[in-house]
C-alpha cells in the first residue's frame, strides 16, 4: 500500500509518515495539489484541507481508485461535506492522535477489500445463474426441501432465493457433519442450508426430515424419488453445461440431460440417430420430460 500526504506543515507531514513507514507503508509527502497531481497514483491519499484549498475536489474526482481522507482543522462545508460528495471516503481533525489515523486507513482498506471480494462473488453467481435457466412452479419460505438431480441446481436456486428475499445463509452439509449436529446449527435469524441428504439412510433422513419440520432450514436432496415432506421444490433445470457431476442417474434422467446438452450440437434426426432411436421417438421424449426445442432466436 502506497501513501501520498498531501500537507503543507511540514511536521505534521513527517510524523505521519514515520509511523505509517514504520509499519510498512511506503509515503510521499507533497505540500500542494499541483505537486500531488505529478506523483504516481496512490492507494491511500491524506489530504489536508489546509494545502488543498479550492483545488480539493478537482483532485478527489480525478483519483476515484484512492481512498482519501480529508485532514481538516474545523468542520465545514468546503472541508468535509463537499469533498464527501466527490469522492473521499472520510476525515479527521487536526490535532489527531496517529493512532486514530492509521484506525481509520485500515478500516478503509478493510471496506475496499470486501467490496472486491462481494464484486467477485456477484459475478461468480451470475456466472453460474447465465448457465442454468432454472423453473419451478412452487416457492416455500423454510423450512423446505428441494429436490432436483444436481446440487449445482440446488445450490443456485437457494442462493438466489435468499438474495431476492434478503435472509441470510449459513452452509452445512451431511457429508461432513452428522445429521444430529446439523440440527443443532439451526437459528432463528439464519437460514441454514443444509446438503446431500442424499448421503442419508432412509431411516435417518426419516428423522432428519421430521426434526426439520420446525427449524428454519432449507435442505436438498440429489433424487429422483419423492419426497415426503410438506414443502418439496421440484426443480425442472436447463444446463447448457450438462454436468452430471458424478451423480448416478435413472435412464430417464441421463436421456433428458442427454437432450438438453446436445439439441443445439445437432439436428433432431442426427440426434435422434446418436441416441439409437427414431426422431419421432425423440419428439415423444422431449413431450414427456417437458423439453420444449428453443428457436433460433433463443440460442443467441
Known amino acids: 500500500m502506497n501513501v501520498l500526504i498531501i500537507e503543507n ?93 492509521l484506525r481509520k486507513i485500515e478500516h478503509q482498506l478493510d471496506c475496499q477489500r470486501m467490496k472486491q471480494q462481494i464484486i467477485f462473488y456477484e459475478e461468480y453467481f451470475s456466472f453460474l445463474e447465465s448457465e442454468t435457466q432454472l423453473s419451478s412452479s412452487v416457492q416455500f419460505y423454510p423450512p423446505f426441501v428441494i429436490c432436483c438431480n444436481t446440487q449445482k441446481i440446488a445450490d443456485v436456486y437457494t442462493i438466489k432465493m435468499a438474495k431476492e428475499k434478503r435472509f441470510t445463509l449459513r452452509f452445512t452439509t451431511l457429508r461432513l457433519y452428522d445429521w444430529r449436529e446439523v440440527l443443532q446449527m439451526a437459528q432463528r435469524d439464519i437460514v441454514l442450508y443444509v446438503t446431500h441428504l442424499e448421503s442419508l439412510k432412509k431411516g435417518e433422513l426419516k428423522e432428519f426430515l421430521n426434526a426439520m419440520t420446525d427449524k428454519n432450514i432449507i435442505a436438498s436432496i440429489i433424487a429422483s424419488d419423492e419426497v415426503d415432506f410438506p414443502q418439496v421444490v421440484n426443480l425442472v433445470c436447463r444446463s447448457s453445461a450438462g454436468d452430471f457431476e458424478g451423480d448416478i442417474l435413472s435412464i430417464k434422467e441421463y436421456e433428458k440431460c442427454i437432450i438438453q446438452k446436445f439439441e443445439n450440437h445437432y439436428s433432431d434426426v442426427e440426434l435422434a440417430k446418436k441416441m439409437g432411436i427414431s426422431r419421432k421417438n425423440l419428439w415423444e421424449k422431449r413431450k414427456r420430460y417437458g423439453l420444449e426445442k428453443r428457436k433460433e432466436t433463443d440460442l443467441h
Open 9 to 101: 506543515e511540514i511536521y505534521l507531514a513527517q510524523s505521519i509518515a514515520t509511523k505509517l513507514e514504520s509499519l510498512g507503508y511506503p509515503c510521499q509527502i507533497v505540500s500542494t495539489i499541483h505537486e500531488a497531481m505529478q506523483k504516481p497514483k496512490s492507494e491511500v491519499v491524506l489530504l489536508s484541507s489546509n494545502a488543498g484549498g479550492s483545488l480539493c475536489e478537482m483532485f478527489i474526482r480525478q483519483n476515484p481508485q484512492a481512498i482519501i481522507i480529508m485532514m481538516i482543522a474545523y468542520v465545514s462545508e468546503d472541508t468535509v461535506t463537499k469533498p464527501i460528495r466527490a469522492g473521499a471516503k472520510d476525515y479527521i481533525m487536526k490535532p489527531f492522535m496517529l493512532d486514530e489515523l
